[in-house]
Each structure stands twice: as structure tokens, then as C-alpha cells.
């Protein structure tokens, strides 16, 4: 018998092969026009080098669909090199990056139709790595058959699933058997030449045929064989008709909450100016998703996310607006950033919810109660006392499963702080990417094995598309989701909010966690970066100070400086986020970071300076005198060192007197 590592090797050459046959027509598009501002352009062809590299850069081409698409689905396949947007016709339809390159221009086109297409893109990866020579790689016009793409989604997913099942489990052997019987239907172009060179149009096929010692050379045009494809749908039906036999004697077992996601790092291999850039990006590819894929639902953290989307590409903000009200995006996190929660004070953490809740209860008619912190570097055992009174009844982290030594003993469970509130916390740990999962078996089955209280609550969340650096969920991963959702002998899938898989926790039973949430990893973030850390906070004692004074400045001159408070708050709040003030950031970031916390120090030193001479002015005085102001809720010595002190001896109002030397 075959062995089956061997069996799944053959299987995944052949669904290779076949992964060009959903391909019908294709057409270049070329003399794409280039620019840096938008006003002078020059012409790039197809494997040119970008003229010049600068942030951004832009990309255009006008174009009309070609006669012989008629009749068909178009779509655009684009890729330049470094991560970007692009807008079709003036609308933003997606980012552009290693995973997001294909886009869809017509269900149907009639021939003729005109399109604008605009990218928006940086020579650099979505990690921020540096892109040498960047290229215009690929530009085409594509017609996919949707109906082979379609089955080769369901052959795909048995393939998945049967790669990542242990040997031991006989369901292994039994989705092996039925693939290979699918793909028994399926007709390969008999002509040698034909089938070359359909099978090196996709990369998979090239590294197959161009990876010999002397590999034959295509002639011809491009050509995807009717009876090629139709022998592939019949494969993906019998499929089909197998896995509904083999669910009967291999139910599903277990659930898992899926949750559509993007972890965008407000900074931290790339400067803020870059981020603003990725939440555009991320955000256009997760509403044009949405449009099509109705069950789709997506969650994205932090106020300031959204503030900066408001600010720079209002049309998609409110787009954002509508899928928040229709039920598929929901805002989590409560925190204006997914902020450090160790170096940050109390009040600092505090204001973090306030602006917020805020924020989400203007622009959303909701407060948040999801904590979402699933990568900060551990967790103050304050918390849950601050977000339990901040209307916060819930917390999800993975950080904690990245620990090097003391293995975290709880999935779901009781957060109980200081003071004995207790909130309820749940981590998953998914073997793929974290909390950057995928709807693939490998997260699945990893996810769902991992998870140690089924038996208290059989559920656990998943969150699934790339990110740190954005980018979001992909085409493909909905895909394997219908595919998935209901597969023999895996955990039932169903899309969710992260709020609804909470409200479903049993409130008892819960084992409890009474401590700090210590994270065994990134120890140096403590030490590094001094001069952020001082300057965090300097600029806190600054603010407390400023709010304070300038409250009794109010009560003389009426006047009292919201919004420059607000906005001076706002710059600390999104530089406490968890890969700047630890330190984990690159220079440009600390560049940036330090020169707003200066701001906030000066602007916050000319309101203190303004309130005190308003308060001094008002004070009648019969004689000279220094006045000292003590803004902390305690009283403390006070030892004043200066120059011009006026002569003579001093005493306090109750007349003690107050010692001088000169």
C-alpha cells in the first residue's frame, strides 16, 4: 500500500498542475503612467524599474475591456513590488501587498467598458523591509472560471485536511482515498505541447517543468482546454458528494468563533506616516470583502485606528460606519491604542479607556467591553479593576502563550486584580501565525487541540488574516471557510464577534487567575529606549499638572484648554502603544515619538505657565512674595533654589517663618 506521506505528495502535484486550467483568457496591460506628485508622469512597461523611490508613489493606467472578454468575469491582476492601495474608477478596492494582488473589475463584462486605475504604493514590504530595485512585475487583465476555481477550492480544502491530520487518525486514509477517486475524473490535455504550455503559466507549474536538468520549451499560445475544465468540476462535485458520506461516520467535533482581524502595529518596523498608510489600505480590502461575502465579520481595536481613517480617507470611514451598523465590523479594545500596560501609570491606562469610549460611543452609538490586547508585552494585575469600572467585562490576550519557561495553565478563565475584581480572560493558541491565523487545518486542529477548558466551554476564538503590519483577511481565506465550516471529524466554524463569544462564557465554573499577567519574553523592552521612557513620563506628571491648574485658572478666567489638553493627551496616549514605549521600535519611530512628546511637554508648560499668572494676578498681595503652588493631592516639603528672590525674611500665611541662605 501507498504510503500516505507519499499519497499526499502525488495529490498536491497533481492539484498543481491543475491550478492553471480555471484560467480561460488573459490580456497585458502595459505603459502604465508613474509619478511622485501627481502632476508629471512618465511611461513604465511591464519588468521596468520604478524611476525613482519616494513615499508614496504613484501608478496609473487607463484602459478598456477588450472585445473578447465579453460575455465573461474580469478581474485585474497587478503586483509593482511594495505594498499598496488601489482605487478603480476613484474608489479604494483593496491593499496591494504578497497577498492581496488580484481584483475584481466586472461579474460580467459587455466589452468596451473603460477603467482608471490608480495605485498608491512605497518600495517597501508589509513588514517594512527594503525593496532594492522595485518592478513593475505583473499587470494583467484575467477571466477566471469560477466554476473550476470553485472545485478547486473543495479539492484543496481535502487536501489541506488530510495533510494535517495525525497518521493515526483513520480519517487520514478515508479523505485521501476519496480525493484521489475525484481526481480520477479529471482530463489532461493530451498534446504535449498544449499541456506545457498551460501548466507553466502558473509558478507552480514553471518551478515543476523549468526545475529539470533540460526542461522542454513551450510553443504555442496559452489555451485552457472546455473538457479539461469541465472534467475538473465534475471532480470538485464528487468531492462534494464523498465528503457529505464521510461526515456521517466522522461528525464534527467542537466549535470555534472565528473573527476576521488585522493586528496594524501603530508602529513599529515603519514609522506612524506609514501606518496611516497601512490602515487604508487594510481597511478598503476588509469592506470590499464584506460586500461579498455577507457572512464575513471582521473586528478592529484602537480609537486612534480609526481617528487617523476619519482623518485621511473619509469616504472609506464611513463606509467603515455602515458595515459597523449592518453587523459585520466590530470595533473591539476599548483603548485608544493596543497600549503597553506595565510602564504606562494608572491614570495614563484610565485615559486610554476614557477617549476611547468616548470615541466609539460618538462615532459608533456604542462602548466597547472587549479588552483586545492580544500582543502587548504582560499585563499590570491592576487591570481588571480599571476595566471592570470602565464598563470593560472582558479580556483577550495570546501574548501569554508566548512564555519561555512557565507554561500559562488557563485558556478561559477568571482575571481576578488587586482589589478582587475579576473579569473574564480567554488566550487561544493557534500553532500557525497567533492571532495572524489563517482558515486553513493546520489552525484548526491546532487551535481546537490546544484549547484546555472544552469542558467547561466548548468554543474558543480564532482570530484569522495577516497582520501586524496589516493586510487583513484574504479572498481565499473565505473560501476555505464555506469549505470548513462543517468538514468531518473538525471543529464547526462560525463567523462571530468577539463581544457575542464572551456574553456566551459561563460566569461560573471559571478556574481563577489571581496575579499579574507576567510575560516570560521581551525582558529588554524594560531597559531600552531611556530617553522614551523619561520622556513618557515627564510629559504624564505635565498633564496631571496642567488639568489641574488650569481647573483653578477656570474659576477665575472661565477659560479652560480642552482641546489642546485633549489633543496633548491624544499624542501621549498613541506613543504608550505597546512597540514604541517598550522600545521595540526602529529609530524613526522614537524620532517621530520623541519630538510629539516634546510637543505635548511645551504645550502643556505654556498652559500651566498661563493658568498660574491668572491665579497670581487675582491674589492681593500687600507685600512681595513668592507663591508656590502644590497641584499633587498630598502635601510635600518644598526646597526653592533661584535667583531675584526678594530681600528681606519670609513666613508663611499662618506665620511660620521659612528659612533662606544665601
Known sequence: MEKLEQAIQRLELRLGELNTFKLIKRSNLTGWLFSIDKKNWQVLHIGEKWPVQAFPCYFMKEFTIPEEFKGLPVRLQVWVEGEGIVYINGKPVGGLDPNHREFRLLDLADGGEKFTVLIEAVPRGPFGSYVAEPHLAQSRLVSIDESVESALFDLYAVLDAAKNLPDENDLKE??????????????FPSNTGDYLVSVTENPFGSRMIFGVWNPPVPKGEFISPEETRKSIV?????????LDKIKTQYPPVGNITLTGHSHIDLAW??????????????????????????????????????????????ELYERVKEKVKSGQWEPVGGMWVESDCNLTSGESLVRQILYAQKFFEKEFGKRCKVAWLPDAFGFTWTLPQIFKKAGIDYFLTTKINWNETNKF???????????????????FLNPGQGYNGNIQALDILGTWKNYRQKAIYPDTLLSFGFGDGGGGPTREMLEMYKRFKEFPGFPRLKMGFVEEFFERVPKEGLPVWDGELYLELHRGTY????KMKKANRKVEHLLYTAEVIASIGYLITRRYPQEELTAD????????????????SIKEVYKDALRELKEVEDSTNRIIEESLKAIAERLKLDREAIIVFNPNSFPRDLRY???NIPSGN?????????YMQE
Not at 478515508?174 to 482530463?187: F, G, H, Q, R, Y
Not at 465534475?234 to 464523498?242: F, I, N, S, V, Y
Not at 531597559?527 to 531611556?530: A, I, N, R, V, Y
Not at 493627551?569 to 521595540?584: A, E, M, T, V, Y
Open 641 to 643: 533654589i533661584g535667583n
Open 569 to 584: 493627551w491624544h499624542k501621549l496616549l498613541r506613543n504608550q502603544f505597546h512597540d514604541i514605549l517598550p522600545g521595540s
Open 174 to 187: 478515508v479523505l485521501i482515498d476519496a480525493l484521489d477517486s475525484s481526481l480520477s475524473l479529471v482530463k
Open 234 to 242: 465534475e471532480a470538485g462535485k464528487k468531492m462534494k458528494e464523498l
Open 269 to 314: 518596523l515603519w514609522p506612524m506616516s506609514e501606518t496611516r498608510r497601512k490602515i487604508r489600505r487594510t481597511s478598503s480590502t476588509v469592506i470590499s470583502l464584506m460586500d461579498r461575502y455577507s457572512d464575513f465579520k471582521y473586528n478592529q481595536s484602537s480609537a486612534q485606528i480609526y481617528a487617523f481613517l476619519k482623518e485621511d480617507e473619509p
Open 409 to 427: 495553565p488557563y485558556d478561559l478563565f477568571f482575571w481576578q486584580g488587586l482589589d478582587g475584581t475579576r473579569i473574564i480572560a480567554h488566550s
Open 527 to 530: 531597559t531600552t529606549q531611556s
Open 650 to 658: 519670609f513666613e508663611l500665611p499662618d506665620g511660620r517663618p521659612v
